[in-house]
Each structure stands twice: as structure tokens, then as C-alpha cells.
């Protein structure tokens, strides 16, 4: 084989796309795939983790349930709308804000996505290396290194591969967990001493604050949603590219931060590796072992796609100041520094996790709400998904450094949210007031959203029209 050859094939594995556009002609996949990848990935232990909150505030399993499920269904319902931007515009999520913020006006939110990459890797490096000494020997100093290198690999070989892991661990974590679940049910139905003490424990508080988690949370996944969807056929159905993101996104956190209620409220002090170890084990000894080494392959997949995320997002932050070619070196240079980054919080943090977990999801719900809010309204109210995208990698073209829209948009949608923001650290007067209830998601979305709504009335699209045109003859050869 030449070196050529070699070259060819290689290319032919690893993706080639970065931040850029993706030609119609190198759109492949099907809609049906966004279940599985999004059910995969959002079946990972801190999402478990999320829905412990209730109980340990003192809901009891029906309350905490209820929340989750409220909670996780409107959370999903951006992250899903979000989805169908991907194949529309043939974009990574966050680049298209630069429509909405400008190219250097959008570092605000792009910084905030980063620290929610890198803060679910970092999560996701401590559980992993749980799992992993359940079996093996070693300590953080060299679990936490080879657990990031690998999710590293995979982001590097990028898109397809990640597609291809995540369809597949579907499978084998429906399985696994469907007995785990059964027999979680069966053990700790209502028969423990534990679950009888709070079962009829309601605590006003505690249900808003688990609803909250488990909205911001899958929120979350709404800064990356377009990077595993703008692949697609621009064609595809909006409603069935939807439905199947929000179908496997939402059914996979209802049912582990259920589950992570159940099992919360009936081990004191429950940990997730440890916890599922327990129920797994009481199907028959080793089964628990087994259920927690697929649980870590799943958190290092994950880790994959997070990493495949911060990598985009940051490229495209650099690219904003500095014009940047997208290369496969960049990604992996970009990657590389991602991977350290993750490395140095991950053993930095304190071992009692929890805590900063909560307080990790609560604060990327702030940062992200507004972002969401201003981005949505945009694509299907504003501009109604018609942007002239080569005009978006251009510092000068028609969306500008700056955009004052979007950038005010946002800070009055976070400033409205500060009187409602409920943490460990601070606590807003609103909150105070309600006892430490957290209704600010709903403030920055309602905030955000209008006043983008609002600031865009005098907003001249014809001028926007010509650009589209030239847009699409400069990207695919044609007016269309």
C-alpha cells in the first residue's frame, strides 16, 4: 500500500470537519440514530446521580419521581429544538450563536459551554476511576490520565465513531439496567425501613430544586445538540429529527434520575458506583461489577463527546479573535488542551463531589438559560432558520463583532435571574424569600426570549436576503 493509499484511508476514518461547513454531498445518516445516540448518552451515572437530590433533601420517591419527570420533559424540549438546527444550517451548535452575538460578542456564552464540557469530564473522570478500582488497582494518578486519553481518541476519530459507540451501548445499557431497575423495584418497593420513613415526604423547596437539576441538566446537552445533527440531509424531517432526539434524551434521564431516587431513598449515603454495585450484586454476586464496568465505558464514551464539544466551541472562540483553519492537527491540538484542563480540575476537586456537583449544574443553568432563550427565539421566530452561514466566518460580514441584540439580550436574561439564584454560595432575595426555591430558569427564559423578541422588531431582513443568496451559491453552487 503507498503512502498515498495510507493517507487516504486514514482521512477516510478520522473526521475531516471541524467548525467548518458540511457540504450536501458529505451529509449521511439517519434520523433514527439521534434516539439511541442521545438515550446513550444521557444514560451515564451523574445523571443517576441528579435525581439523589430530592431524597437526601428529604422528598420522598413519589415527589422526587414527579419532579424528575417535570423537570427532565422540559428541559429536553429546547435541547430537542435545538437539534434540528444542526442539518438546516450544517453547523456545530455554538457557531451559529455568532448570528445572534456577533463573532467576538458570542465569548460570553462560549465560555460558559466550555466550563460545562469540561466540568461534566471532570465528573465523569472521578466516576470512571470508581468504576474501574472496583476491578482494577491504581489510584487517580494513573486511572485519570488514561480514562481522558482515551475519551480523547475517540474525539479525535470524531463524529461517526462516537455515532457508532453510543447506537450500540443502547443496547447493552437497556438490558443492563432494565434488571437493575426490576430488581431495585423489587427490593426497595416499599419494604425497607427507609422508604416507609419517607414515603410521604413533601418539602416544597426540595421539589423545585430537584425539578431545576434535572431541567438544567438536560438543558445542557442543548450546547452541543448540532454537532452529532448537522451531518444530516438538510432535508430530513424537523418532526422526526425531534421526536427521536427528545425521545431518547428524555427517556433516558427520567428513567436513572428515577432510579437514583429510588436507590437514594433507600441506601443512606448512596454513592453511584457503590450503589450500583449493591442492586447489581443482588441479582447474583458479580452481576454488580459487570453492571458498573458497562456504566464506566459509558462515562468514558461520553467523555468522547464532550470533549468533541469544548473542542468545536473553543475553536470556534479562537477563530472569533484570531482566524483559525479548521484542521484535524487543530483538533487534536485543541483536544490535547481540553484533556489537560479536565486532568488538572479532576484532581484538584474534593473527593465529596456531590456538593459541587449540584452546584455545577445549577450555575450552568444560569449561564445557559439566557443563551437558549436568545438562540431559539432567532432560529424559528426571527430569522425562521434562513441565514447566510458563509457570511458567519466572516469577522466583517453581515453579523458583525458585536451584536448588540443577542449580547443585551442575554446580560437583561441573566440579571433578571440573579434575585431567584438558590446555591451553597449565595442565595438571591426571591430565593431567600421562598425558602431556597429556584424559579430563575424560568426568569432567564422568559427574559431572554422577549427581549431578543423585542429588540428584533426593527431588525431589516431584507438586507440578510442577498447575502443568503450568495451564501449558498459560494458554498453549493446553487441559489436554493
Known amino acids: 500500500m503507498s503512502v498515498e493509499e495510507v493517507a487516504t484511508k486514514r482521512e477516510s476514518v478520522i473526521e475531516q470537519r471541524s467548525i467548518d461547513y458540511v457540504p450536501r454531498s458529505e451529509r449521511h445518516g439517519k434520523v433514527w440514530h439521534q434516539g439511541p445516540f442521545w438515550f446513550s448518552g444521557n444514560f451515564v451515572l451523574p445523571t443517576m446521580v441528579t435525581g439523589f437530590i430530592g431524597p437526601v433533601m428529604g422528598l420522598s420517591v413519589g415527589w422526587s419521581i414527579l419532579a424528575v419527570v417535570l423537570g427532565a420533559c422540559f428541559g429536553t424540549f429546547f435541547m430537542a429544538f435545538h437539534a434540528n438546527q444542526g442539518p438546516r444550517m450544517g453547523l456545530p451548535q455554538m457557531i451559529q450563536s455568532r448570528a445572534q452575538f456577533g463573532s467576538r460578542g458570542v465569548i460570553v456564552p462560549f465560555t460558559a459551554t466550555v466550563f460545562v464540557y469540561i466540568g461534566f469530564m471532570v465528573f465523569d473522570t472521578i466516576l470512571a476511576t470508581q468504576g474501574l478500582q472496583i476491578l482494577l488497582p491504581g489510584g487517580k494518578l494513573v486511572w485519570f490520565p488514561i480514562i481522558i486519553a482515551v475519551s480523547i481518541v475517540i474525539a479525535v476519530v470524531g463524529h461517526d465513531l462516537l455515532h457508532f459507540i453510543q447506537r450500540w451501548l443502547t443496547y447493552i445499557l437497556v438490558l443492563v439496567f432494565a434488571i437493575i431497575t426490576v430488581t431495585a423495584i423489587i427490593n426497595f418497593g416499599g419494604g425497607t425501613e427507609a422508604a416507609v420513613e419517607s414515603a410521604a415526604g413533601w418539602n416544597f423547596t426540595a421539589f423545585i430544586v430537584q425539578l431545576s437539576l434535572a431541567a438544567g441538566y438536560n438543558i445542557s446537552y442543548s450546547v452541543y445538540v448540532s454537532d452529532y445533527t448537522r451531518y444530516l440531509p438538510d432535508h430530513v424531517s424537523s418532526k422526526k429529527l425531534i421526536s427521536w432526539v427528545y425521545a431518547g434524551a428524555a427517556g433516558s434521564a427520567v428513567w436513572l434520575m428515577s432510579l437514583g431516587a429510588l436507590i437514594a431513598s433507600n441506601i443512606p449515603n448512596a454513592d453511584a458506583i457503590g450503589a450500583i454495585h449493591h442492586v447489581g450484586d443482588m441479582v447474583f454476586p458479580g452481576f454488580g461489577t459487570f453492571a458498573v464496568l458497562i456504566s464506566t465505558v459509558a462515562l468514558i464514551s461520553i467523555m468522547g463527546v464532550n470533549a468533541y464539544g469544548a473542542m468545536l466551541t473553543g475553536t470556534s472562540a479562537v477563530d472569533g479573535f484570531r482566524k483559525v483553519k479548521a484542521t484535524v492537527r487543530l483538533r487534536i491540538v485543541g483536544l490535547t488542551l481540553v484533556g489537560l484542563a479536565t486532568l488538572v480540575i479532576a484532581l484538584l476537586i474534593p473527593d465529596d463531589y456531590l456538593g459541587s456537583f449540584n452546584d455545577f449544574v445549577i450555575m450552568m443553568l444560569y449561564f445557559l438559560v439566557p443563551w437558549t432563550a436568545v438562540n431559539l427565539v432567532d432560529f424559528y421566530f426571527v430569522r425562521r432558520g434562513k441565514y447566510a452561514i458563509a457570511e458567519i466566518f466572516k469577522p466583517e460580514g453581515i453579523y458583525g463583532r458585536w451584536a448588540w441584540r443577542g449580547i443585551a439580550a442575554y446580560l437583561i436574561g441573566f440579571a433578571a435571574m440573579i434575585p431567584f439564584f438558590s446555591t451553597t454560595f449565595f442565595s438571591g432575595p426571591v430565593a431567600i424569600a421562598l425558602d431556597g426555591a429556584d424559579f430563575s430558569f424560568v426568569v432567564g427564559l422568559l427574559v ?24 449558498q451559491l459560494l458554498l453549493e453552487g446553487t441559489d436554493d
Open 448 to 471: 431572554a426570549g422577549g427581549m431578543y423578541l423585542l429588540f428584533s422588531r426593527s431588525f431589516d431582513q431584507s438586507a440578510e436576503a442577498k447575502a443568503r443568496t450568495a451564501s
